[in-house]
């Protein structure tokens, strides 16, 4: 099992950018998809992002399409999920996600991953 810890979520204004990071443990790195999902107040958790096993592929919602970028730095174990022009309804906990098989290409799914961050808070207010 793979070990995911969060970082870098906050509170900021409408417009705004915040750069989440996740750092992975436990698992080769390089040969894993990840995916960012949120939970806003009250809602479902949502797929935001997801990246490929290479990097070299990259998915969005039509939600943050143009606004959020994500990418994984293999060397360092690490995804993040930069957000740019950040609005109130991107408000919610933000968690990422490792695939559960390797070399895989972008997953939207939840099913598709085993392991799960503890969640980093993003407030943005208007």
């Known amino acids: 099992q793979v070990q995911l810890v969060e970082s870098g979520g906050g509170l900021v204004q409408t417009g705004g950018s915040l750069r989440l990071a996740c750092a992975a443990s436990?698992?080769?790195?390089?040969?894993?998809?990840m995916g960012w999902f949120r939970q806003p107040p009250g809602k479902d958790r949502e797929f935001v992002a997801g990246?490929?096993?290479?990097?070299?592929?990259?998915y969005y919602a039509d939600s943050v399409k143009g606004r959020f970028t994500v990418s994984k730095d293999n060397a360092k174990n690490t995804a993040f999920l930069q957000m740019n022009s950040l609005k109130p309804e991107d408000t919610a906990v933000y968690y990422c996600?490792?695939?559960?098989?390797?070399?895989?290409?972008?997953?939207?799914?939840?099913?598709?991953?085993?392991?799960w961050g503890q969640g980093t808070q993003v407030t943005v207010s208007s």
């Open positions: 436990g698992r080769t790195f390089s040969m894993y998809g």
């Open positions: 990246i490929d096993w290479s990097g070299g592929k990259t």
């Open positions: 996600a490792v695939h559960k098989f390797p070399l895989q290409s972008v997953r939207t799914e939840s099913t598709a991953f085993d392991s």
